[in-house]
């Protein structure tokens, strides 16, 4: 489609980072090459190591380091695109990222940050994303809200070079987007996925807070503290991983929480990038008034506790606080949650934070 003359919503605030990683080549390459796929140039593979000690691992999950803490990726959901005609722009930025307060690492990006932007259209709207491969390797933009031939629509893109997709956003929802690249559980461990939220055409029941939480897992070759971790190829394949977290950064809702008023309505709309390990959904202290699993947005079960989300699925998730006070989000699997997949939710003037 020719998109000359048109102006595109601008999402990318990327900034050119170092060189995609180069990863050591092993004398396992040629066997992993035969049975995950040709990778590109670059996209060699190491083996698996020890990365740190015990008290590094858990010093690295803290989220108060040196005195500073990182900014928090916004987790409030944008507003719907305005016009007929819903655009963005999506560019691949190779860029070194903390993840951890104090750890970091070399991430293939969706305009330059994990996750990437929140795309948030409304249901029946045409959408169409122009996609750009700014790293050193082919990659593809994949993305669960689009009915599409995908063996065309999520092709592999060359260094240097650009597509469009274009589809009509006929499912409403929570919906996760990824890399699917050859082999896709490295791509996405790298960095690459984010979240498209497809606002119904019949309303939902009005929400006073809305929140975005994508959540997925970090595979590190290296501690990420004295240099920049890359990923243990190894490790994903057999679903181990370092951090675990909600929109990119270990524990960053913890001090950095997210406000709500007592008795208003507060909307989660969860996605799991995965690439491997389910979430699940938990908020301490209520219960959920509503949960919406996938795009049926026209049902809904009641007095939920937890839910799972599975890789590559998303959940909307209603729930009031009564009360003023600190209560918390996390994922119940509570392994992942120690590793960094929990916040807190302040409730009205209450202060503090939740962990577990």
Request: hydrophobic share 40%; charged share 15%.
């Amino acid at each position: 489609m020719d998109t000359r003359g048109r102006e595109p919503q601008r999402l990318d605030g990327a900034v050119q980072g170092p060189p995609a990683v180069q990863l050591e080549a092993t004398s396992r390459r040629n066997l992993l090459l035969g049975s995950l796929g040709a990778l590109s140039a670059g996209a060699l593979l190491r083996p698996s190591r020890s990365s740190a000690a015990a008290p590094d691992r858990l010093r690295r999950f803290e989220h108060a380091h040196g005195g500073r803490s990182l900014l928090p990726f916004p987790a409030h959901l944008p507003p719907p695109v305005g016009g007929p005609v819903a655009r963005f722009e999506i560019t691949v930025v190779d860029r070194t990222i903390e993840i951890a307060p104090g750890v970091r690492f070399r991430a293939w990006t969706f305009n330059g940050t994990v996750p990437g932007p929140v795309l948030h259209v409304r249901q029946g709207q045409p959408v169409e994303i122009t996609f750009h491969n700014r790293g050193n390797m082919a990659h593809s933009f994949d993305l669960h809200a689009a009915r599409v031939a995908a063996g065309t629509a999520f092709r592999d893109i060359p260094p240097g070079k650009s597509m469009t997709l274009s589809f009509t956003a006929h499912d409403p929802g929570v919906f996760v987007y990824h890399c699917v690249t050859s082999p896709a559980v490295m791509h996405i461990a790298m960095g690459m996925y984010g979240a498209m939220v497809v606002t119904p055409a019949k309303p939902m029941p009005v929400a006073d807070h809305q929140f975005v939480l994508v959540g997925s897992e970090w595979y590190l070759y290296g501690t990420g503290q004295e240099k920049p971790a890359d990923v243990d190829f190894d490790k994903a394949l057999d679903m181990r991983p370092d951090i675990v977290t909600f929109n990119g950064v270990a524990n960053q809702y913890v001090d950095h929480a997210l406000h709500v008023a007592p008795g208003k309505l507060a909307r989660f709309y969860v996605g799991n990038a995965g690439p491997n390990l389910p979430i699940p959904f938990h908020v301490v202290g209520t219960v959920f008034e509503r949960v919406y699993l996938d795009s049926d947005v026209t049902n809904w079960i009641s007095g939920v506790q937890t839910t799972s989300v599975a890789p590559g699925a998303g959940a909307i998730f209603d729930v009031r606080f009564q009360q003023p006070g600190a209560n918390g989000f996390v994922n119940h699997a509570f392994a992942n949650a120690h590793k960094g997949a929990q916040g807190t939710i302040l409730v009205g003037d209450a202060t503090g934070r939740m962990t577990h």
